[in-house]
């Protein structure tokens, strides 16, 4: 596992960009990729890092949702809405290559939808190209907490309750690559221990995300800062 430190946030989502660009250059001869991307303020932050490369194969990837809260609170935005405006307006992507899940009677019938959309999606390879997690305070990804970590393992998406549907480990696991983005003083206690390799807390969703080369950490350093103490610099 990988692990890139960078002075500020907007360095960060700059080197989470030019990570994709690396990645989808090989992935789209012959073939469409697949990258899911979370919302918030710092998933539209990451999008708009995303949307300043023109090297990006915006008409060759399919553009998914990490998670989405199927109604929102007053002055928030669904990540649909936030994917369809810096990259379907921004890019000119069509909207049949931006993917969330649907509203529908219940919760489960919204999941149960996305699943099936991004069973589509991964018929070609079985796999998400690209999935790029935040990490929360309390360790939680997507939107792990909500299911108190308890995620099935045989399902791409899942009604987790809360009114958000989320993918699940099991979608992550298989990921061709996954980026984890940790961002502020407020997730050092947890990067700490995820990092070290000391995170006992059962409850942590991150535990799910297992460290192989696959994955590659994006860090602010003020998230780092503890695992950092004491670290001698590499003599170049």
Known sequence: MQVEVYETE???YEAVAAHAVGLLAAVTTGRRAVVAVPGGR???ALMLALASHDDLPWLETDWCVTHDGLTVAAG??????LLREEF???RGVPDDRIHAPDAA???????????????RLTADNGEVDLVCLLLSADGDVAAWHVAGGDMPS???AVAAGQDLVTVTPALVAAARAVVVVAIGAEVCDVV???????????TAPVRHVVPSERVTWFSERAAVTELLRGAEPVEA
Not at 76 to 81: L, M, P, Y
Not at 106 to 119: C, F, H, I
Request: charged share 40%.
């Open 10 to 12: 907007t360095e960060v």
């Open 42 to 44: 710092q998933g539209r």
């Open 76 to 81: 928030e935005v669904r990540a649909v809405d």
């Open 88 to 90: 379907g307006r921004g």
């Open 105 to 119: 009677p219940s919760l489960q019938e919204s999941a149960t939808g996305y699943d099936r959309a991004l069973r």
């Open 154 to 156: 045989d399902r791409l």
């Open 192 to 202: 700490t221990r995820v990092l070290r390799g000391g995170d006992h807390d059962e």
